[in-house]
């Protein structure tokens, strides 16, 4: 296997949240769920180094993003995902572990994320991978702002 290829292969296995966004039904919530999945691993670490992580993804989600959509063939394909994985992150940041608040912060990216208000259909117009990533960005924003003034009412 060519050099270019093994690369092509490693950017698409991350793009679509580990293969999740290859997913036949909503592969969006599919990558999401990978993003909880990341959220369960990490919430217990340290807030900066939760957000380091965050941050991470979301900056290598650009560039495979601007190379997915070139090997796919299109913008923002369903199956990438990584921007799923960030936004789902960026909810559920320094949300207790529960079910109540995991959920509630699922539902609230999909919520934000499918409905793309303001400033994340602003986002969506971007070209290439930062428009792929920071619509999802915006919605995990306000999906997160929601949710923690949720948590601290109830």
């Not at 060519?2 to 293969?19: M, Y």
């Not at 966004?21 to 969006?28: D, E, F, I, K, L």
Request: neutral net charge.
């Amino acid at each position: 296997m060519k050099k270019s290829a093994i690369a092509d292969n490693a950017v698409l296995f991350f793009a679509t949240g580990f293969g999740s966004g290859y997913s036949p039904v909503a592969p969006g919530t599919a990558g999401s769920m990978v993003g909880v999945a990341v959220y369960c691993l990490i919430y217990k670490l340290h807030p900066a180094s939760y957000l380091a992580i965050t941050v991470a993804i979301t900056l290598v989600g650009i560039p495979l993003s601007t190379r997915a959509e070139q090997l796919f063939g299109g913008k923002d394909s369903k199956q990438i995902v990584i921007d799923e994985v960030a936004g789902q992150l960026i909810a559920l940041f320094m949300v207790p572990f529960s079910v109540p608040a995991v959920a509630g912060g699922f539902l609230l990216f999909r919520f934000f994320d499918i409905w793309k208000f303001g400033p994340v259909a602003m986002m969506e117009k971007l070209d290439g991978g930062a428009g792929v990533m920071l619509d999802d960005v915006a919605a995990g924003l306000l999906a997160l702002a929601v949710l923690q003034m949720a948590i601290r009412v109830f």
